[in-house]
């Protein structure tokens, strides 16, 4: 069993990250700062960024803020169906 001290915070675990994201690019599409996308394609981008960030970072800090400059980037790119 894991100690308190050495369990990983939820927003450093994958699925926190990609909560985190979903959230803020949810925020994003309703201020307008980006074009809003469907559910699915949101799930996919934020998905695959984060998985793939996931696997082949070695620190894993920095992994929320890459991934969300990585799907607003193809969000912008035109990559994403809309809503």
Do not use: F
């Amino acid at each position: 069993m894991q100690n308190a001290l050495q369990a990983e915070p939820a927003h450093l675990t994958p699925d926190g990250i990609k909560a985190q994201l979903r959230r803020q690019i949810e925020t994003d599409c309703a201020q307008g700062i980006l074009a809003p996308c469907s559910d699915g394609e949101l799930e996919r981008i934020v998905t695959e960024a984060v998985d793939r960030l996931w696997r082949t970072s070695r620190v894993k800090n920095y992994v929320s803020v890459l991934a969300l400059r990585q799907t607003r980037d193809e969000i912008r790119a035109g990559h994403a169906t809309a809503a």
